[in-house]
């Protein structure tokens, strides 16, 4: 860990907003995560001139306008310096923090990086030594979405494994909520299959048989994802199932507990 260091890894090419939607594979679920991120920023703002936040996995810091215009002095973190050369501290989540980290910030903000962290248990114990007493996190991770930023990729965590992996660390969960629904899952599915290039005739279907099924496949790909993109689906059918849920991206607010000695200080 440094604090205005250099890079740790190769470039990396890091959203810059979740206002633009860059691909069919991201059509789904960068709604779902800017809505429910920015309005957990709202909820949890803080209006003192002095509350800090760390953004872990900053990247191209696309909340940090939105943390910015809640009062909130802003520390960018991560494995990289970004493009605009605004990251703060350079280093990974689980590795120790500096001591000019601890106990320092209102808020941390990771927001689809914790898939990336292959140590959990020193990841959550940075987090908890990083927020003050009282201070609180926003952490999401996806559940259903296509392996990237290969070959660190190592987790789809459920929301009971980030809310074990919290309580071992001394964090209470306040929150922990499931964002999207199967007709999310099935249209980042969908749009990661209209990025693969489908397979030529097979030895056994040679020619136009061939040639037509899989120009019905593709048809019906583009078909589905259009009408799935347009909310028709979702308008008249809703995806429910209680006890085998199917969804896109587990949010968590946790908090570091008030030590009682300080809280009645």
């Not at 990289?80 to 209102?106: K, M």
């Not at 809310?163 to 980042?188: E, F, I, N, P």
């Not at 097979?202 to 909310?231: D, E, M, N």
């Not at 896109?248 to 570091?256: D, H």
């Amino acid at each position: 860990m440094s604090i205005n260091g250099t890079s740790l890894r190769p470039t990396l090419n890091r959203r810059k907003s979740y206002v633009r939607v860059r691909g069919v594979l991201d059509s789904f679920i960068v709604p779902l995560l800017r809505e429910a991120i920015q309005g957990e920023i709202e909820n949890l703002a803080d209006m003192n001139a002095e509350a800090q936040v760390l953004d872990v996995g900053c990247g191209e810091q696309p909340f940090r306008s939105c943390l910015e215009r809640h009062h909130y002095r802003y520390h960018g973190m991560d494995i990289q310096q970004n493009a605009s050369c605004t990251v703060d501290s350079i280093g990974p989540l689980d590795e120790a923090f500096p001591s000019v980290l601890h106990s320092r910030f209102d808020l941390i903000l990771c927001t689809e990086v914790l898939e990336h962290v292959a140590n959990w248990p020193a990841a959550f114990l940075n987090i908890s030594t990083a927020l003050k007493p009282g201070g609180r996190a926003i952490l999401t991770c996806p559940f259903v979405y296509p392996l990237h930023e290969l070959p660190h990729d190592y987790w789809r965590p459920t929301p009971y494994a980030i809310d074990w992996y919290a309580k071992q660390h001394g964090l209470t969960v306040l929150a922990s909520k499931r964002l999207g629904t199967g007709w999310d899952v099935l249209g980042t599915i969908l749009g990661n299959l209209l990025g693969i290039k489908l397979g030529g005739p097979q030895p056994c279907h040679p020619g136009i048989v061939s040639w037509f099924i899989t120009l019905i496949a593709k048809v019906g790909l583009i078909g589905i994802y259009t009408t799935l993109r347009t909310g028709l689906f979702q308008r008249f059918v809703r995806f429910h199932s209680p006890r085998n849920p199917i969804y896109q991206s587990t949010l968590a607010i946790l908090q570091r507990p008030i030590e009682p000695n300080r809280a009645d200080s």
